[in-house]
Nanobody, 126 residues
Framework: QVQLVTLGGGSVQPGGSLRLSCTASGTSISRYARAWFRQAPGKEREFVAALARSGGFTYYADSVKGRFTISSDNAKNMVYLQMDSLKPEDTAVYYC???????????????????WGQGTQVTVTS
């Protein structure tokens, strides 16, 4: 069983950068597929980025591709989301997630993940 704690949210101007961190405890995060999701006010939760358990393959939503980078430091049991060139439409609560046995076709599906961090607010505003 893995427990996740999300850190690093805040307020930033358009064009700025933030790095979100997700610290895992209880077991090695390397055993899990890792992902970030977000939920804006009045909208459904949406996929942002995922890191497959093996092979280091990464996947991104089209809306963040080229601006966001997901990474993991297995030695520190951490998952990161580097967010650059932020836009007002990136404003949301961001959640890290981890799941075992997540097949490639399900990496973008929140239902495939059974461990979630508590969420952190990211606000992009001038």
């Amino acid at each position: 069983q893995v427990q996740l704690v999300t850190l690093g949210g805040g307020s930033v101007q358009p064009g700025g950068s933030l790095r979100l961190s997700c610290t895992a405890s209880g077991t090695s995060i390397s055993r899990y597929a890792r992902a970030w999701f977000r939920q804006a006010p009045g909208k459904e939760r949406e996929f942002v980025a995922a890191l497959a358990r093996s092979g280091g393959f990464t996947y991104y939503a089209d809306s963040v591709k080229g601006r966001f980078t997901i990474s993991s430091d297995n030695a520190k049991n951490m998952v990161y989301l580097q967010m650059d060139s932020l836009k007002p439409e990136d404003t949301a609560v961001y959640y890290c997630a981890a799941g075992q046995g997540v097949i490639t076709s399900s990496l973008r599906n929140g239902a495939a993940y059974n461990h979630w961090g508590q969420g952190t607010q990211v606000t992009v505003t001038s």
